[in-house]
Antibody, heavy 118, light 111 residues
Framework: EVQLMESGGGLVQPGGSLRLSCAAS????????MTWVRQAPGKGLEWVAH????????YYVDSVRGRFTISRDNAKDSLYLQMNSLRAEDTAVYYC???????????WGQGTMVSVSS | QSALTQPASVSGSPGQSITISCTGT?????????VSWYQQHPGKAPKLMIS???NRPSGVSNRFSGSKSGNTASLTISGLQAEDEADYYC???????????FGTGTKVTVL
């Protein structure tokens, strides 16, 4: 079964750090662009970051550039999001998703909640 | 990078057809045929309904169809059913470094 499973969310104080993980299974992970999308409570979807299959190219939304780092370990079929200098406005459910081409995300994880609060 | 603009809500009766619009700019929707649509039920992950403006993934009902004209894309749901009640988001590739941008979201209500 094709599956993505996020982990690593939790409560963190403003200015803190958190590392999200996304474990992939059931497909050749190293063949696909992967992305992180977030959704603040009661709000819409926001694309956060995208990484090339070999990890060489990475793209970020302006609001997280310089604070977040997307990475992947193809040997472990895993995607990561290192989040530093966290702010209250980063509070959201974070989803990892697989880009099946045409910048469309066909497979999604169940999401992991990140809460930034003192 | 601004979000694509969608109506906040659209409603229809069972069996009717509804259309959700998604307005962008010449830097996103107007420049590329990389528009996708997602359905999201409360507390669930989004589900891809349409990719590349008109392509319907395997398993998605043919009651869902997509189109584009200029800077505006549209999702049409025909033969509206109770299970179609959900939030719908459009998305488009956007040049200028931000890669991808989502719409503001539309809540579909089946009356």
């Amino acid at each position: 079964e094709v599956q993505l499973m996020e982990s690593g969310g939790g409560l963190v104080q403003p200015g803190g750090s958190l590392r999200l993980s996304c474990a992939a299974s059931g497909f050749p992970f190293s063949n696909y662009w992967m992305t992180w999308v977030r959704q603040a409570p009661g709000k819409g979807l926001e694309w956060v970051a995208h990484v090339k299959p070999d990890g060489s190219d990475k793209y970020y939304v302006d609001s997280v550039r310089g604070r977040f780092t997307i990475s992947r370990d193809n040997a472990k079929d895993s995607l990561y999001l290192q989040m530093n200098s966290l702010r209250a406005e980063d509070t959201a459910v974070y989803y990892c998703a697989r880009d099946d081409g045409w910048y469309a995300f066909h497979i999604w994880g169940q999401g992991t909640m990140v809460s930034v609060s003192s | 990078q601004s979000a694509l603009t969608q109506p906040a809500s659209v409603s229809g009766s069972p069996g009717q057809s509804i259309t959700i619009s998604c307005t962008g700019t010449s830097s996103d929707i107007g420049a590329y045929n990389y528009v996708s649509w997602y359905q999201q039920h409360p507390g669930k992950a989004p589900k891809l309904m349409i990719s590349a403006v008109t392509n319907r993934p395997s398993g998605v009902s043919n009651r869902f169809s997509g189109s584009k004209s200029g800077n505006t894309a549209s999702l049409t749901i025909s033969g509206l059913q109770a299970e179609d009640e959900a939030d719908y988001y459009c998305a488009s590739y956007s040049k200028g470094g931000n890669f991808d941008v989502f719409g503001t979201g539309t809540k579909v209500t089946v009356l």
